[in-house]
């Protein structure tokens, strides 16, 4: 009933810049929170940023000052600006909904299937 779509990754110098985008679809009667993963070779999936449908915004400590998240509401469609990119921020990003259907459902976390984004001279 919903599908989320990743775009904008690749493969970038340390210290250039990638914007992702996710765009939900389907079902859609609202959109709560909507946040960034990402999962690197070896290690377990981990929150990156997260933002509420009013605009408030969480990261985690090593993208503090490098990643920014945003949302268009009007296109269902989150966003992650990541400046300054390091090495480490090498992995599999993936974008999270927590969406309510209809009027009278409960919400329900749904995943996009990754995008992969490689920081590499």
């Known amino acids: 009933q919903v599908q989320l779509v990743e775009s904008g990754g690749g493969l970038v110098q340390p210290g250039g810049s990638l914007r992702l985008s996710c765009a939900a679809s389907g079902s859609i009667f609202m959109i709560n929170g909507m946040g960034w993963y990402h999962q690197a070779p070896g290690k377990q999936r981990e929150l990156v940023a997260v933002?509420?449908?009013?605009?408030?915004?969480n990261y985690v400590d090593s993208v503090k000052g490098r990643f920014t998240i945003s949302r268009d509401n009007a296109k269902n469609t989150v966003y992650l600006q990541m400046n300054s990119l390091k090495p480490e921020d090498t992995a599999v990003y993936y974008c999270?909904?927590?969406?309510?259907?209809?009027?009278?459902?409960?919400?329900?976390?749904?995943w996009g299937k990754g995008t992969l984004v490689t920081v590499f001279a």
């Open positions: 933002i509420t449908s009013s605009g408030s915004m």
């Open positions: 999270n909904a927590e969406v309510v259907e209809f009027w009278y459902s409960s919400p329900e976390d749904y």
